[in-house]
C-alpha cells in the first residue's frame, strides 16, 4: 500500500463518527466541485473535504483513507490510490496502527491487519476489536474443558447456521436437564461444536486461515457460523451442492421416505441441474438457481407430508438449505460468481467455453479472474487460475503429480492457440507443483471481476 503524500486532503469540518489517528477508513467519493470533495463513508456519515489536488478522476469511485491526523477541528486523509501495495515499511505502519489503538503487536493481530487490508475493509480499532471477539470465541470453545460444558443462548433450530457468539461455557455443576441414555443437552452441543471447530480448523489452534475466512464473511455480510466456515473451505474442494443432493436422495430412498418411482424423478431433476454452458450464461445461471429452488420445495414438500423422520434426515436437509443461502449471499457480490458446468466431452470443453473468449462473453471486462475445479476421469482434480487484463491471459495449472503435468505440457499450444483465437494477444501458460490455491485470495480482488467455475468433464 502506497502513501503519496502528494495526496493529502485536509478536513475542517466537526465529525462525530469514530476516527482514529493511523486508522484506515472507506468512502465513496460522491462529489467535486472544484476544491471540494464529498465522501461517502456507506454508513449515513459524509465527510466534506477542502483538497488542494485534482479528484476529479475519483468521482464515483470507492478507495480506502489513511487517517494521518486527527484534531478536535482537523482531520487529514490520504486517499490510498494503490491499495495492492503496502506502505514501504510495513512493519512500521502495522506496528503503529496497533499501538495507536492500544492493541498489542502480536502476529495474531497482525494477520488481522494484512486481512482487513486484503479484503480492502475500514481498519480502525472497532474492526479489529470486533475481529478479536470473534477469534477469541472460537478459541474459547474448542479448548474447551472435562469439567466444562457448551451452552447455546439462541433461538434457531439448526445451532450451526447461527452466530457463533452465541454460545458460551458453563460448569457442568449448571447443567441438570438430562436427556436420553443420561446425556445431557450441553454434552450433546459441545461435542458437536467441538466436533465441527475440530475438523474447521484443523486441530485446535486460531490459524491464519481461520482469520482470513472470519474477515472474508465479515465483508461479504455473511454470519459468522460454524456452517458458514465449513463452507468455505469446501467451495472448491468438492461439487458443493451436486454431491449433497444426490447423497440426501440416496439416504431418502434407502430410508423408504420416497420410493423407486420418485427418486428416479428426482434424480432426474438432479442430473439436469447442471448448467450446459453457452454464450447464454448469465440466463442460464438465473433458470440454474430457479430450478435449484423448485428441486428444494418438492424435497421440502416431501418432508412436511412425512411422518417421524430422523434427525439425520432433518440435519441434512438443513445444511442444505443453508448452502443455498451462503451460495445466494456471496453470489450477490457483484465480483463473485459460482458456476457449476458439465461438459460431455473434452471438444465440447474448448468449443463452449465461452467465459474466456473475449469475442463471446458478453460479461468480459478488462480485469478478470477465472478459478477453474476442474474433474476429470483420467487426472486428479486440477485447480486453474486464469487472469485476464485487457487482452492479455495468464493460466496457471495447480498440479501435485508431475507425470500429469507432462501429459498437460504435450498439449499446451492447443490451448495456447484457442485462447489466441478467443481473442488474445498474450498468452502465458504455467505449471505449479507442490503448491494450493486459495479461492479467498482470488476474491480478495475487488477490482477484477471473480469467477469460480466447477467444471466436470
Given at each position: 500500500?502506497?502513501i ?7 478536513i475542517?469540518?466537526k ?6 489517528k ?10 467535486v466541485?472544484?476544491d ?5 463513508l456507506?454508513?449515513?456519515d459524509i ?9 476529479e ?14 484534531t ?25 496502527l496497533?499501538e495507536?489503538?492500544?492493541l498489542n503487536v ?7 491487519i494484512?486481512?482487513l ?25 474448542i ?10 443462548l ?7 447456521s447461527?452466530?457463533?457468539l452465541?454460545?458460551?461455557k458453563?460448569s457442568?455443576?449448571t447443567?441438570k436437564i ?25 486441530g ?11 474477515i ?7 454470519k459468522i ?11 472448491i ?25 420418485e ?11 447442471v448448467i450446459?454452458?453457452?454464450?447464454e ?6 433458470v440454474?438457481?430457479?430450478n ?5 420445495k ?21 445444511i ?9 449471499k456471496l ?8 458456476y457449476?458446468?458439465?461438459f460431455t ?18 460479461g ?9 475445479s ?6 486428479d ?7 485476464v ?6 493460466v ?5 503429480k508431475?507425470?500429469?503435468?507432462k501429459?498437460f505440457?504435450?498439449?499446451d ?6 485462447l489466441?483465437?478467443c ?19 482470488v476474491l ?14
Amino acid at each position: 500500500m502506497r502513501i503519496d503524500k502528494g495526496m493529502q486532503i485536509s478536513i475542517n469540518t466537526k465529525f462525530n463518527n469514530k476516527l482514529y489517528k493511523n486508522s484506515i477508513i472507506r468512502g465513496k467519493i460522491i462529489d467535486v466541485s472544484e476544491d471540494i470533495v464529498s465522501i461517502d463513508l456507506g454508513n449515513g456519515d459524509i465527510l466534506k473535504a477542502n483538497t488542494l489536488i485534482s479528484l476529479e478522476r475519483y468521482k464515483n469511485k470507492v478507495l480506502n483513507f489513511f487517517v494521518k491526523d486527527l484534531t478536535d477541528s482537523n482531520i487529514v486523509l490520504t486517499p490510498l490510490e494503490r491499495e495492492d501495495i503496502f506502505i514501504n515499511d510495513k512493519e512500521t505502519f502495522i506496528k503503529g496502527l496497533l499501538e495507536s489503538n492500544n492493541l498489542n503487536v502480536n502476529q495474531e493481530n497482525i494477520e488481522i491487519i494484512e486481512n482487513l487490508i486484503r479484503f480492502k475493509m475500514p481498519i480502525n480499532k472497532e474492526m479489529i476489536e470486533k475481529v478479536i471477539k470473534i477469534l477469541n470465541k472460537i478459541r474459547n470453545l474448542i479448548n474447551t474443558e472435562e469439567n466444562e460444558k457448551i451452552k447455546y443462548l439462541g433461538n434457531n433450530k439448526d445451532i450451526m447456521s447461527d452466530n457463533i457468539l452465541r454460545f458460551l461455557k458453563e460448569s457442568v455443576e449448571t447443567e441438570k436437564i438430562l436427556y436420553e441414555n443420561n446425556i445431557s443437552k450441553s454434552d450433546i452441543i459441545t461435542n458437536k461444536i467441538q466436533d465441527e471447530l475440530t475438523n474447521i480448523l484443523k486441530g485446535n489452534k486460531v490459524t491464519p486461515e481461520i482469520i482470513k475466512k472470519v474477515i472474508f464473511l465479515l465483508k461479504s455480510e455473511i454470519k459468522i457460523s460454524l456452517n458458514n466456515l465449513k463452507f468455505l473451505s469446501e467451495l472448491i474442494n468438492e461439487s458443493f451442492i451436486e454431491s449433497d443432493l444426490e447423497e440426501f436422495l440416496i439416504t431418502l430412498h434407502e430410508k423408504n421416505i420416497i420410493r423407486d418411482k420418485e427418486f428416479n424423478k428426482l434424480r432426474i431433476g438432479l442430473n439436469n441441474l447442471v448448467i450446459k454452458f453457452n454464450e447464454e450464461d448469465k440466463e442460464l445461471l438465473r433458470v440454474y438457481y430457479d430450478n435449484l429452488k423448485q428441486l428444494f420445495k418438492k424435497l421440502e414438500l416431501i418432508l412436511h407430508e412425512r411422518e417421524k423422520l430422523s434427525d439425520e434426515v432433518l440435519d441434512k436437509f438443513q445444511i442444505l438449505k443453508d448452502k443455498i443461502i451462503f451460495l445466494n449471499k456471496l453470489n450477490e457480490n457483484a465480483t463473485f460468481i459460482y458456476y457449476p458446468f458439465y461438459f460431455t466431452d473434452r471438444n465440447e470443453l474448448i468449443d463452449k467455453f465461452y467465459i474466456l473468449d473475449k469475442r463471446k462473453f458478453k460479461g468480459k471486462g478488462e480485469n478478470l479472474n477465472v478459478m477453474i475445479s476442474l474433474q476429470t476421469n483420467r487426472f486428479d482434480k486440477v485447480k486453474i487460475l486464469a487472469n485476464v487484463v485487457k487482452d492479455s491471459i495468464t493460466v496457471n495449472f495447480y498440479m501435485d503429480k508431475h507425470s500429469d503435468i507432462k501429459i498437460f505440457k504435450k498439449s499446451d499450444y492447443k490451448l495456447k492457440d484457442s485462447l489466441i483465437k478467443c481473442g488474445y494477444n498474450k498468452v502465458s501458460i504455467n505449471y505449479i507443483s507442490g503448491e494450493d490455491i486459495d479461492p479467498l485470495d482470488v476474491l480478495s480482488d475487488r477490482d477484477a471481476k471473480n469467477y469460480l467455475l466447477d467444471v466436470r468433464v
